[in-house]
């Protein structure tokens, strides 16, 4: 297969970054790719720094700031200008392994695939892996649309910088989707292409999600934890003969979110114990306490046994394998 890929690269303020994102598509050893940059009004050193790139391949457009509340015009104004019979997403702060492209263009031979996706590493600011999500992709595999839309609603296991989608079912859906009062475009849009097809996922690392202060604001973190409900209203406008085929109910969506937002909570009260913000840690404890399951509750107990003694519970992690997120720096 030698499609054309159109690389979709929205960037803001990325001048530590954007370097290593646009290196990383050079290095494709697949080398039938556009890189569309849409710069939303960076106030920093980013223009200077992708414009400064002469291949013919990456085009690169500065408009005026437009902000988190309008990704999904930043998203498909890049669509429009695209060439390609696939799109692929990379972020400005994001980049690539070089045989990503090369890997998983193979999977659009099938005609039922619309969208692709495997494993990504996240990184801190530096680029250095932390770990690799989600952990085990074999889940996901081999599933059918009815199946990968119910896995869905439940849980977004997808790393945006891993994505690749048919560009006639991205156009089919409306393109990308961002619903009111959300911050974001990859679930929602993921979610109206299950609907459309099939989603080949690939075991691999496909690419590379940086974590850095600079990502989203803490003005952002409640509009993410009320997004967690939007599987549901999703579900809510489905066919009936589509409900039934899923064999789930709102009820038991809306379990499944309280217990997100329950984990949600707790690793908020974990970022604020690092911060020395004892008073809102032991508010967002209490929210995991509330609502969490039993592993929840009892990381937030611990959680707010060490904010009252003034520390952070970064041990913890050596039990919950989780990252550091003193690593994620």
């Known amino acids: 297969m030698n499609e054309l890929v159109s690389i979709i690269t929205p960037t803001y303020n990325h001048e530590q970054f954007i370097g290593q994102c646009i290196e990383s598509v050079l290095a494709q050893t697949y080398k039938r790719w556009e890189q569309i940059i849409i ?6 050193g980013t223009r200077d720094i992708a414009a400064a790139y002469e291949d013919e391949r990456i085009v690169y457009i500065r408009q005026e700031n437009m902000g ?12 429009e200008l695209s060439h390609g019979g696939l799109i692929a997403v990379l972020e400005g702060d994001d980049f690539w392994p070089d045989y990503k492209l090369e890997r998983q263009v193979g999977a659009f031979s099938n005609e039922d695939t619309v969208m692709s996706w495997g494993k990504a590493y996240l990184t801190n600011s530096k680029g250095k892996p932390i770990m690799a999500t989600p952990a085990d992709v074999r889940p996901f595999m081999n599933r059918s649309k009815s199946q990968t839309l119910r896995q869905l609603l439940f849980q977004n296991p997808i790393p945006s910088s891993t994505v690749m989608c048919r560009k006639e079912a991205l156009l089919k859906a409306g393109g990308f989707k961002q619903p009111s009062g959300l911050p974001y475009v990859d679930l929602p849009t993921w979610l109206e ?18 974590k850095h202060e600079g ?3 803490s003005t952002m973190k409640a509009s993410l934890n009320e997004g967690r409900r939007y599987p549901v209203e999703f579900f809510m406008r489905l066919p009936e003969e589509v409900k039934k085929s899923l064999g789930i109910s709102v009820d038991d969506l809306s379990a499944y979110i309280d217990l997100a937002n329950a984990e949600f909570s707790y690793q908020s009260g974990r970022a604020s114990l690092l911060e020395g913000r004892w008073g809102d840690a032991e508010n967002e404890f209490r929210a995991a306490l509330d609502k969490g399951c039993t592993k929840t509750r009892m990381k937030a107990l611990a959680g707010m046994i060490c904010g009252r003694c003034r520390t952070d519970v970064e041990w ?7 990252p550091r997120l003193k690593d994620l720096i």
Do not use: M, P
């Not at 988190?68 to 669509?79: M, P, S, T, V």
């Not at 913890?316 to 989780?322: C, F, G, P």
């Open 316 to 322: 913890l992690t050596a039990v919950t394998k989780e």
């Open 193 to 210: 292409l299950s609907l459309l097809g099939d989603f080949c996922v690939i075991d691999e690392i496909l690419g590379c999600w940086r």
């Open 39 to 44: 710069d939303d009004g960076s106030r920093d």
């Open 68 to 79: 988190i509340w309008n990704l999904n015009k930043i998203y498909n104004r890049a669509l």
């Open 215 to 217: 990502q989203i604001s």
